[in-house]
């Protein structure tokens, strides 16, 4: 039962800030005007904050091997849930190409950054996180990559280089500031300026997740695709769960980024391929009914997963 109630204490909390963030868009505390001024900060300057403060000193990354490791680890494992959701596309029911796509990336690009983090800071050590962040190098590669392509039919070097944000570079950076341990030469008062800034990145990000999915909710009602949600559900938190803790079981890797797997194995769908299927031509009502459904049944399934990975792993 106490294991139960420290998994539940690390992910409660993120759901709730998600929610106070629907709930202050409901009220026009936030407005959409706000939106990309605080997702200009957040991306920039916060989150690359966290990143540097968490990687540089960070022991676990001192071996090429581990970097190399978990960045294509983490590019397998969006490829890997793609692939899964093209091949079960005609289980779901999906006719219309556009929506095929569209289930494809929105099934197999798992939460990566926003929830996993706090569960990562909450659940493990300093080390796992910034293994984290490296695992989530290979994420952004294959989504602007291999994720484009599908949603797209085609993808273009042009659109690549929307991988190389701030955060990518300050991974680059940290990593490489980390191998020259030059954090032995870093003031104290750059690392607590890091540290502050890093401390915004998650409520900042989570309130604006909350606030996205309270303006497009009303997509998630505008035509019933019930198999869509289950098939895409069993997926996306049952099928590709027991197959990364199994990879986390079986890998001879390191146990930081065995802990990443399991924290990953156990998200929903992300957020962002309501976006991209809005920009990018897909179809966001698909995207919305995928990433509603896996949100709300992670409630339980996450808390479930973790508790059940942790055990087989021996965490």
């Known amino acids: ?47 690359p904050a966290l990143i540097l403060e968490t990687i540089i000193g960070n022991s676990a990354l001192k071996q090429i091997s581990i970097i190399i490791v978990a960045s294509v680890i983490g590019f397998g494992s969006l490829v890997l849930g793609i692939l899964l959701a093209w091949l079960c596309r005609k289980t779901a029911r999906i006719q219309d190409l556009k929506q095929q796509r569209t289930f494809a990336l929105s099934v197999g690009l798992f939460n990566y950054g926003y929830v996993p983090i706090p569960l990562v800071m909450m659940l493990f050590d300093q080390q796992t996180l910034g293994v984290l962040f490296v695992y989530n190098l290979g994420v952004e590669v294959g989504l602007w990559t291999v994720g484009l392509a599908v949603l797209t039919g085609a993808t273009s070097p042009r659109e690549w280089i929307k991988a ?19 954090d032995k030469f870093i003031p104290g008062y750059i690392t607590n300026t890091f540290q502050m800034l890093g401390h915004c990145a998650i409520p900042l990000g989570v309130l604006l997740i909350g606030a996205t999915m309270a303006d497009l909710f009303h997509e998630f009602h505008a035509k019933p695709e ?26 001879p890797i390191a146990v930081e980024l065995k802990r990443v797997i399991l924290i990953q194995a156990a998200m929903p769908a992300a957020v962002l391929p309501i976006v991209l299927a809005k920009h990018y031509g897909g179809d966001p ?13 992670s409630l339980v399934m996450t808390p479930f997963w973790i ?9």
Do not use: H
């Not at 420290?6 to 709730?16: D, E, N, R």
């Not at 508790?307 to 965490?315: I, N, P, Q, V, Y």
């Open 164 to 182: 190389l944000t701030a955060p990518f570079y300050a991974i680059l950076a940290g990593l490489f500031l980390n191998l020259l341990n030059f």
């Open 226 to 251: 019930p198999r869509v949600i289950v098939v895409g559900g069993l997926i996306r938190l049952v099928i590709l769960p027991v197959i990364f803790i199994l990879f986390a079981a079986f890998l």
């Open 285 to 297: 009502a698909t995207a919305m009914r995928v990433v509603i459904s896996t949100t709300a049944a």
């Open 307 to 315: 508790r059940m990975g942790s055990k087989l792993l021996g965490f």
């Open 1 to 47: 039962m106490n294991e139960v109630l420290v998994i539940l204490s690390a992910v409660l909390p993120v759901f709730l800030i998600a929610g106070v963030g629907a709930v202050l868009r409901r009220f026009d505390w936030l407005s959409p005007s706000a939106d990309q001024s605080i997702l200009r900060l957040t991306i920039n300057v916060c989150y």
